[in-house]
């Protein structure tokens, strides 16, 4: 049964950091493109970025290019998100997602920038 179990979203501080990670299982997770994506409230769900597997090639929305850095450690099926530099049109609910022939999904964890 493939599941995925994400940890570290909360409220911040606009300017502050967090550091998103996923957990999966019941996968071979080094074989899947991982993926973070994100919906604010009343806005579409939308890709947040990406990493490859055997390049390890990465891809960000223009809005967080060079201030989100995603990576993976394949040895212990994780994918991470580091946020830095968090503004307030970063708040939405993040969402982890593994894609091979298909997506699987993490449940969705809340990230809250504000003063």
């Known amino acids: 049964q493939e599941q995925f179990v994400e940890s570290g979203g909360g409220l911040v501080q606009p300017g502050g950091s967090l550091r998103l990670a996923c957990v999966a299982s019941g996968i071979s997770f080094s074989w899947y493109v991982a993926r973070w994506y994100r919906q604010a409230p009343e806005k579409q769900l939308e890709m947040v970025a990406q990493?490859?597997?055997?390049?390890?090639?990465?891809y960000y929305v223009d809005s967080v290019r060079g201030r989100f850095t995603i990576s993976r450690d394949n040895a212990n099926s994780t994918m991470y998100l580091q946020m830095d530099n968090l503004q307030t049109e970063d708040t939405a609910v993040y969402f982890c997602?593994?894609?091979?022939?298909?997506?699987?999904w993490g449940q969705g964890i809340q990230v809250t920038v504000s003063s």
């Open positions: 997602a593994a894609y091979l022939y298909t997506t699987y």
């Open positions: 990493i490859t597997t055997l390049y390890v090639t990465t």
